[in-house]
């Protein structure tokens, strides 16, 4: 029962520099998201994707990009990499879109840019 | 904006004792779900209980139980007969519609042997 896989599970960076963050679920799930989580916050969501072939805003979109590449993965890109962007990232999926969903998550990426 | 808080950032709790976990929530709307999430030390974030708002009756799940009091938006978390595996930063949630969830910014609970 693998659910949602994340890889890398960590990362360090520099300024600048680019990655993409991958993203799977085995659940068959439509929807797929993308969060941030930095410390004493809770999980803010980046970007989201409510079914295949679709993407849109969270609350945090600034300097990421994603790309939903088919009903499994959902990947995160990071153009060029800030200190602000310093956090742990979480994929989540959930059968649809609708509120009363439940959201499985996978164990996020520690990401560090230097 | 929705917004979620929990006032308590650290609470403790004596092992096989009880211990409730504050949240409230600010909204205008009437239909809308609430989650209790558990991340222990893995960083897995693992779902605890659900509460819909048109349901008058609080939610349980096992010793997870929760008190919702609608209208004073409040969504506080039960656990009775605490173990050492509930030790864990625990994140109320708020979802009105599609895609929309907001996160207080936790609790980390300690239980002690």
């Known amino acids: 029962n693998a659910g949602v896989t994340q890889t890398p599970k960590f990362q360090v960076l520099k300024t600048g520099q680019s990655m993409t963050l991958q993203c799977a679920q085995d659940?068959?799930?439509?929807?797929m998201y993308w969060y941030r989580q930095d410390p004493g916050m809770g999980l803010r969501l980046i970007y989201y994707?409510?079914?295949?072939?679709?993407?849109d805003k969270g609350e945090v979109p600034n300097g990421y990009n994603v790309s939903r590449l088919n009903k499994r993965e959902f990947s995160l890109r990071l153009e060029s990499a800030a200190p602000s962007q310093t956090s742990v990232y979480f994929c989540?999926?959930?059968?649809?879109?609708?509120?009363?969903?439940?959201?499985?998550f996978g164990a996020g990426t520690r990401l560090s840019v230097l | 904006a929705q917004t979620v808080t929990q006032s308590q950032p650290e609470m403790s709790v004596q092992e096989a004792e009880t211990v409730t976990l504050s949240c409230t929530y600010d909204?205008?709307?009437?239909?809308?779900?609430l989650f209790w999430y558990k991340q222990p030390p893995s960083r897995q974030m693992i779902l605890v209980i659900r509460?819909?708002?048109?349901?008058?009756q609080n939610a349980t799940e096992n010793r997870f139980s929760v008190n919702f009091q609608k209208a004073a938006k409040s969504f506080s978390l039960k656990i009775s007969d605490s173990q050492l595996g509930d030790a864990a930063m625990y994140f109320c949630?708020?979802?009105?519609?599609?895609?929309?969830?907001?996160f207080g910014a936790g609790t980390r609970l300690t239980v002690k042997p």
């Open positions: 659940m068959n799930h439509n929807s």
């Open positions: 994707s409510a079914s295949e072939g679709t993407t």
């Open positions: 989540a999926s959930s059968e649809t879109g609708t509120a009363k969903n439940i959201q499985y």
């Open positions: 949630a708020y979802r009105r519609r599609n895609n929309d969830m907001r």
């Open positions: 509460q819909e708002a048109y349901k008058q």
């Open positions: 909204t205008s709307e009437s239909d809308y779900y």
